[in-house]
């Protein structure tokens, strides 16, 4: 069974500090992903990984770098966190090639930033 | 531009009865296409997925359909039961998006009452 595991499920941070939310996966997938979800605006893609050391911009990058260091962890960091990063954050991982459609979520970490 | 789009941000539905989700996408490279669930405070699981060389794809209570023609798909619930009340993401994958990559739609509200 894949397992997904987020570093905190509930976050409290002031404006203007650096953020480290991390991600870990169990199952030795290449592909790690990032997303945040608001309401009504769905699934917005952060950044994604292809491979250790790779990082790929997704749909909303500004505000956000990412590090992926070892293959089963990929970490989001928020250089200097704003209000409107609050937000519910999502970690993913898939496999490659063809069978890597698929994506297995983490439980999320619900991020307030005052 | 959204190339996934679920039009209906909710649904409500009695208790036994069939809910039919919806979901258009405009992009016709897309070639598979999944629903997520998501229960609140919790990271979406995958559902039921189909390919495009489908047209229908069952598992249990739960069907898709496909119609490319038209650039539609749709998740069928049969019967409902209140347990299935939750948030349904439609997404995409194909050709047309960087590889592992996931289009999502913003999601559909699904209430079973008893």
């Known amino acids: 069974d894949v397992k997904v595991t987020q570093s905190s499920r509930y976050l409290v941070k002031r404006t203007g500090e650096k953020v480290f939310l991390e991600c870990v996966q169990d199952?030795?997938?290449?592909?790690m992903f990032w997303y945040r979800q608001d309401p009504g605006l769905g699934l917005r893609l952060i950044y994604f990984?292809?491979?250790?050391?790779?990082?790929e911009k997704g749909d909303i990058p500004e505000g956000y770098s990412v590090s992926r260091e070892k293959k089963e962890r990929f970490s989001l960091i928020l250089e200097s966190a704003s209000t409107n990063q609050t937000s519910m954050y999502l970690c993913?991982?898939?496999?490659?090639?063809?069978?890597?459609?698929?994506?297995?979520f983490g439980p999320g970490t619900r991020l307030t930033v005052t | 531009d959204q190339q996934v789009k679920q039009n209906s941000p909710s649904l409500s539905v009695q208790e036994g009865r069939i809910s039919i989700l919806n979901c258009d996408y405009t992009?016709?490279?897309?070639?598979?296409f999944l629903w997520y669930k998501k229960y609140p405070a919790e990271g979406p699981t995958f559902l039921i997925s189909?390919?495009?060389?489908?047209d229908k794809n069952e598992d249990g209570r739960f069907t898709v359909f496909l119609n490319k023609s038209a650039k539609h798909l749709s998740l069928h619930i049969v019967p409902s039961q209140p347990g299935d009340s939750a948030v349904y993401f439609c997404?995409?994958?194909?050709?047309?998006?960087?590889?592992?990559?996931?289009?999502f739609g913003k999601g559909t509200k699904l209430s079973v009452k008893p």
């Open positions: 993913a991982s898939s496999l490659s090639g063809s069978g890597g459609l698929e994506q297995y």
């Open positions: 199952m030795d997938h290449e592909n």
């Open positions: 990984s292809y491979d250790v050391k790779m990082k």
């Open positions: 992009n016709s490279m897309f070639d598979y």
């Open positions: 189909i390919s495009s060389i489908k």
């Open positions: 997404a995409a994958s194909g050709k047309g998006g960087s590889q592992g990559n996931l289009i």
